[in-house]
Nanobody
Framework: QVQLVESGGGLVQAGGSLRLSCAVS????????MGWFRQAAGKEREFVAR????????VYADSVKGRFTISRDNGLNTVYLQMNSLKPEDTAVYYC????????????WGQGTQVTVSS
């Protein structure tokens, strides 16, 4: 099993920055990639970014490309999402998730952290 705990959400004005953290524990050896997702009120959950746990390769949704940066610190077993130039439409609950080797979907999720961007 993999356990995930997010932190770092909060209220920020448009144009501001926040950094989310996701502490990873448990069967870390089994993790292929880590992802960040978000869900705004009344909307479906959407993909934000993904990073390879071993190699650090990153992929981003078009809506955040150039503004958000995903990274991981294997020594601290933590994944980060640096969010810059935030917009009101970035307001959502943000979740980190683990994709394990041999799996085709994210099976382990954190509890989520609220990000609110005021205009």
């Amino acid at each position: 099993q993999v356990q995930l705990v997010e932190s770092g959400g909060g209220l920020v004005q448009a144009g501001g920055s926040l950094r989310l953290s996701c502490a990873v524990s448990g069967a870390i050896y089994s993790i292929n990639a880590m992802g960040w997702f978000r869900q705004a009120a009344g909307k479906e959950r959407e993909f934000v970014a993904r990073v390879s746990w071993s190699y650090g390769n990153a992929v981003y949704a078009d809506s955040v490309k150039g503004r958000f940066t995903i990274s991981r610190d294997n020594g601290l077993n933590t994944v980060y999402l640096q969010m810059n130039s935030l917009k009101p439409e970035d307001t959502a609950v943000y979740y980190c998730a683990a994709l394990r080797y041999g799996r085709d979907r994210y099976e382990h999720w954190g509890q989520g952290t609220q990000v609110t961007v005021s205009s």
